[in-house]
Every structure is written in C-alpha cells, then in structure tokens.
C-alpha cells in the first residue's frame, strides 16, 4: 500500500476503485502530474474511469490536505503528494520539470523584519528556477 493510501485509509476515507487508483497513480517522489496526466495513467489501470471522476478526486485530495496544488508560470496546475514534508520546488525552465528540493534553512527567518510590514508571517514558498540536463544546451 502507497503512502498517500496509507493516510487515506488512516483517516477513514472511502476508497472506491477510481480514488483507489487516482492515489496510486499519484503515488511516487518528485510526482507532480497535471490532471490530465493523472487521467492518462488511471485510464491505463481502469479504462472506465472519467476526467471528472480524476478532476473530483483531485479537487477532494487538496481539499483534505493530502495532496497539494502547485501552480508554475501560467502551466497547468500539478499535483504533488508530498503533502506532509516541508519542501520546496525547483522547476526547469525549458520543460517546466519539477523537482522537490529540501534547503538547509528557514526561509521564514530569510525575510528581515523590516520588510515584513506587520504581517505576522505564517509560510514562506521558495520556487529555484534553471535548465533540466534536458534542456540545458
């Protein structure tokens, strides 16, 4: 059983066949599929299931709190299921690959106090951007 299926069935949430195998699909490090791709891949294993089905399912798994939605430069919006351990993103330019990284450091601290205007800072997203060896010339 998958991590991500692990937390579901540790927090009593139904698994039908279609979240059974939107979750597995989902399952996996550096995952960080768009919708439709999750549909492509729950397609392969149940032939039956519906874009709507994947896109509900998505929109629940965020919801809870299992799954987050990261958004880069105007590209689809992907899903990452690595939900439960702080990281950051590093996206490739050329490709729009992403990666999770783990910086040494709190990037909270990293912002002076002077440029904070009274906001009481509560997260910080750090995005690194470059060239995949991919796409690197």
Do not use: K
Request: proline share 5%.
């Amino acid at each position: 059983m998958t991590d991500l299926l692990e937390r579901l069935r540790g927090r009593g949430w139904r698994l039908t066949s279609q979240r059974r195998v939107v979750a597995e699909v989902l399952d996996g490090e550096h995952v960080h599929l768009t919708a439709d791709e999750v549909h492509a891949r729950a397609a392969d294993r149940l032939p039956e299931i519906s874009r709507a089905t994947v896109y509900n399912t998505l929109g629940e798994l965020v919801a809870l709190g299992e799954v987050l939605e990261v958004a880069t430069d105007g590209r689809a919006r992907r899903y990452d299921p690595n939900a439960h351990r702080a990281h950051q993103h590093l996206v490739c330019s050329g490709c729009g690959a992403i990666r999770d990284v783990h910086p040494y450091g709190d990037p909270l601290a990293a912002l002076p106090a002077a440029e904070r205007f009274g906001f009481v800072v509560t997260a910080a997203e750090v995005t690194y951007r470059g060239l995949c060896p991919d796409c690197r010339p």
